[in-house]
């Protein structure tokens, strides 16, 4: 693995007050896919996700269920731990910031920031919003309350639930200072916030002046103690950041850490959802820098999933009052967990805002996977078994180099495919990868293999015309990988190619030629029966 190079991607960790959603599950495969993609293309990946499990609102939670906080996060991590199981999350390492190496991670960080004077003793004052865990301004609350005619009411800016004065004794980061350096990161690397609107929103908000920032609490105490202050807790959102850097070593003992560390960090993506840029394009690079770290490469930073209403057409935010939240159950129940995965990793743009229904669900499952990407395995394995003793056709002479219109449409394919995965642009290169499959599709209708079948002096072109559907198929099976990696490896089976489905070689793998003959098929059951709505 040492010649390979690293590629550290994490997801949020979530918090552990409420069952994981659809949401959450979005970001988790967001994640999945590019860590499947960039395995394909030969990186050395450290997948991270996990759970944010301190903070107030989370001492809450447990004291309504009469429960300790522990306990209480305790009795939710296999809610988590079981979904992403089941939605085929490939991450190497789960992390939880009750751990005793967030605990060691986040208390060297402290003595690090304080050894080089980014932190002071202060008292706070001023509005907290317990659910969503954030401190604002006077003036972020009174323009909230201006902009949403609830003045004098002092309701959250982001959630609209009421604010908690707070009076408490705090330690500060100087956040202030980095107001420069902030601004200069988003204009040398304007990668580091995607997508372009997100960055504008984040650039606008620096340049109207940062405020230092408090970072402990003294009013409960589920958290992580200061190492030099133990009647301070640590502020959740400060805590929660250094999860990305504990799991790779920070702030713990021995040569192996340390050698993580310098392997890993800088991690080269954050997946957030787009409510948390602040959290990870201002505060944390701030902490980073104040470290003396190298900065996180890029944050991507998604849409919310919509519901749209079938009347209207319109978008509309998901909730329990209006009836229209969905649960990752009744999708999988629908779908299937592959076609969960590859309805929303090829139908919601990565970026904006998302409008899901089942009515489309339904329809992007029966086009792409039913009656075209299945449809295909399924027509063209029969005919090679029945055509070809349950074979692949023996590879004819010169058939590599042989013109056809698969070949075609496959040349430069994976290029094409791996620069819109690279930009998480999953619905582009998912086009990409049906256009092959569309192409496939119209070559069985004009080429007529049963009526080459019938001539005994087509031999040879038919067994090129199968040979030509079957390469498209193992290529095809090899770029819908990261996003259904059961059915592609299935369809890999299938053909005899199962010791393709662990390359590291996407490029080389999905080069037309590959195809190996004279080898086995097996027709199987429909990866994808047709779905009929009662």
């Known amino acids: ?10 997801t949020p960790i979530y918090y552990v007050n409420a069952a994981p959603h659809l949401g959450t599950a979005y970001s988790t495969i967001l994640a999945d896919v590019q860590a499947r993609f960039r395995r394909a293309m030969g990186y050395d990946v450290k997948f991270l996700t996990g759970l944010d499990e301190h903070g107030e609102k989370v001492a809450q939670s447990a004291a309504a269920h009469d429960m300790t906080p522990q306990a209480w996060c305790d009795s939710l991590v296999p809610a988590f731990k079981d979904l992403w ?3 085929e999350i490939s991450n190497d390492d789960f992390i939880r910031t009750t751990q005793e190496r967030q605990t060691r991670a986040v208390q060297h960080l402290w003595e690090v920031l304080k050894d080089r004077g ?19 301004t006077e003036t972020q609350v009174r323009h909230a309350d201006e902009e949403h005619h609830t003045e004098g009411q002092h309701l959250c800016p982001d959630c609209g639930r009421p604010l908690e004065r707070v009076q408490e004794e705090s330690w500060f980061f100087k956040l ?15 990668e580091f916030v995607e997508p372009e609107i997100r960055r504008n929103e984040v ?5 109207g002046g940062l405020k230092d920032l408090s970072i402990s609490r003294t009013s409960f105490d589920w958290g992580i103690p200061l190492p030099f202050d133990e009647k301070h807790v640590t502020y959740v959102w400060f805590d929660a950041l250094i999860n990305y850097l504990t799991a790779v070593g920070y702030g713990q003992p021995g040569e192996e850490a340390a050698a993580e560390l310098a392997k890993r960090w800088p991690a080269q993506v954050h997946i957030v959802g787009k409510d948390i840029i602040r959290f990870h394009c201002v505060i944390w690079p701030a902490m980073l820098m104040a470290a003396g770290l190298p900065v996180t490469e890029r944050v991507f930073a998604h849409g919310f999933l919509m519901v749209k209403n079938e009347e209207t057409g319109q978008g509309e935010k998901m909730s329990k009052s209006r009836g229209n939240a969905i649960a990752p159950r ?14 929303f990793m090829s139908d919601v743009t990565p970026g904006t805002d998302g409008a899901i229904s089942f009515g489309r669900m339904e329809q992007v499952y029966n086009t792409d996977l039913a009656n075209s990407w299945g449809n295909l395995v399924s027509r063209t394995l029969n005919m090679s078994a029945k055509y070809f003793d349950g074979k692949v056709p023996a590879v004819p002479a010169g058939w590599a180099e042989r013109e056809n219109p698969l070949r075609a449409v496959a040349t430069g394919l994976v290029d094409r495919y791996a620069a819109k995965m690279g930009e998480f642009a999953y619905h582009e290169a998912a086009a990409e990868v049906m256009e092959l499959v569309h192409a496939a599709n119209h070559y069985i209708e004009d080429t007529e293999p049963w009526a080459l079948a019938k001539n005994p002096a087509k031999a040879d072109e038919l067994a090129a015309v199968i040979c030509d559907l079957i390469e498209s198929i193992r290529i095809v099976a090899h770029l819908l990988m990261p996003f259904m990696p059961e059915t592609s490896a299935e369809a890999l089976r299938r053909i ?28 199987g059951d429909p990866l994808f029966p047709r779905l009929e709505t009662k």
Do not use: N, Q
């Open 203 to 207: 650039v606008s908000f620096v340049e």
């Open 1 to 10: 693995m040492a010649d390979k190079p690293s590629f550290y991607i994490t």
């Open 85 to 87: 199981g089941e939605l």
């Open 330 to 343: 009744e999708v999988m129940d629908m779908l299937g967990v592959e076609g969960y995965r590859y309805y």
């Open 496 to 523: 005899s190619c199962e010791a393709e489905v662990a390359s590291d070689d996407l490029a080389g793998v999905c080069a037309w030629g590959g195809l190996v003959g004279d080898v086995p098929v097996s027709k």
């Open 118 to 136: 980014y932190i002071y003793k202060g008292s706070y004052d001023g509005w907290y919003c317990v659910p969503e865990e954030t401190y604002f």
């Open 176 to 190: 202030s200072e980095f107001t420069e350096p902030l601004l200069a990161l988003y204009r040398e690397h304007p």
